[in-house]
């Protein structure tokens, strides 16, 4: 198993710009495929973006040009860097991952999920 921490979260100006980062510990071995996601009040959650086992990455329509996903597998950390922020994307955002082949965007294929992390843009 992996635990997944994230932290990074706060509250920011329309136009302004967070990193999120999601630090794996236990099994950390085993190469994961690790997304973001995120889930406003009322809404379903949404894939935001994900890094595959070989580096490739994925983004929701919404967030592209604006957010970039990397990983740093000496820290075993994902981050999300997230630029020009809009009140859209205010919502609690999620670290999850899998050591198979989820089918990003779809939450419930992701097997590790971290506590989350509120993101408020005013």
């Known amino acids: 198993h992996v635990q997944l921490v994230e932290s990074g979260g706060g509250s920011v100006q329309a136009g302004g710009s967070l990193r999120l980062s999601c630090a794996a510990s236990?099994?950390?071995?085993?190469?994961?495929?690790m997304g973001w996601f995120r889930q406003a009040p009322g809404k379903e959650r949404e894939g935001v973006a994900a890094i595959d086992k070989d580096g490739g990455t994925s983004y929701a329509d919404s967030v592209k040009g604006r957010f970039t996903i990397s990983l740093d597998n000496a820290k075993s950390t994902v981050y999300l860097h997230m630029t020009n922020l809009n009140p859209e994307d205010t919502a609690m955002y999620y670290c999850?991952?899998?050591?198979?082949?989820?089918?990003?965007?779809?939450?419930?294929?992701?097997?590790?999920w971290g506590q989350g992390t509120q993101v408020t843009v005013s």
């Open positions: 236990g099994n950390t071995d085993s190469r994961y495929y």
């Open positions: 999850a991952g899998d050591r198979g082949e989820p089918r990003w965007p779809t939450a419930s294929t992701f097997a590790y």
